[in-house]
């Protein structure tokens, strides 16, 4: 059963604390994505990782870093975090690159006050 | 870099009528153009998918349609039935980057 799992599903944060979102996948996916979507945007790429530790900004990284020392596994950092990093972040995972199709996580819905 | 517009931000149907939603591309390189699904407050999954190789790409009530001319590719939705209501959204990508480049999202809404 092919699945990507998101930890937590919710988060509330207060303004400049740490926040660590999870993702993970069973099914030996090379290339793992960090999006977030928010009303009117659609979803926005925020990193690619295209194996263990090798990983590239998307077209939002700032404020972001990403980590990933295990293939199933792509953590998603915020350090310090702020107001208007609340949104709902997905993980996407695919089997090679960005010709195959995504598969996308629950998503996590965080909310930093 | 690669922008991909999605013309209609919203979409009223009657059921059993064909919906259409229309998505638009700048950078000819890309060449893999897929469609995800967002049901209400839930995650997206993928629908149907077309590559620069072929033109149209039938399954079963969904047809895809790529214009390469015009950089433009359409999604239909024919027979529609109440499921059906959700967003849409249309995506680009290129051989050359790893990005996969994502429309704003379609809320298509079946109605009885």
């Known amino acids: 059963d092919m699945k990507v799992t998101q930890m937590p599903r919710y988060l509330i944060k207060r303004m400049g604390e740490n926040v660590l979102l999870e993702c993970g996948q069973d099914m030996s996916h090379e290339t793992m994505y960090w999006y977030r979507q928010d009303p009117g945007l659609g979803l926005q790429l925020i990193y690619i990782?295209?194996?263990?530790?090798?990983?590239s900004e998307g077209d939002i990284p700032k404020g972001y870093r990403v980590s990933r020392k295990k293939r199933e596994h792509f953590s998603l950092i915020l350090d310090s975090a702020k107001t208007n990093q609340t949104s709902v972040y997905f993980c996407?995972?695919?089997?090679?690159?960005?010709?195959?199709?995504?598969?996308f996580g629950p998503g996590t819905r965080l909310l930093v006050l | 870099g690669e922008k991909v517009e999605q013309h209609e931000s919203t979409l009223s149907v009657r059921e059993g009528d064909s919906a259409v939603i229309n998505c638009t591309y700048t950078d000819t390189a890309s060449s893999y153009f897929p469609w995800y699904k967002q049901e209400a407050g839930k995650s997206l999954h993928f629908v149907i998918d077309?590559?620069?190789?072929?033109d149209r790409k039938q399954s079963q009530r969904l047809i895809v349609l790529l214009d390469k001319k015009a950089k433009r590719f359409s999604l239909h939705i024919t027979a529609t039935q109440p499921e059906d209501s959700a967003i849409y959204f249309c995506a680009a990508s290129m051989t050359n980057t790893n990005k996969v480049v994502f429309g704003t999202g379609t809320r298509l809404q079946v109605l009885p």
């Open positions: 990782s295209y194996d263990v530790d090798s990983n």
């Open positions: 077309i590559r620069s190789n072929v």
């Open positions: 996407a995972s695919t089997l090679r690159d960005n010709q195959d199709t995504q598969y």
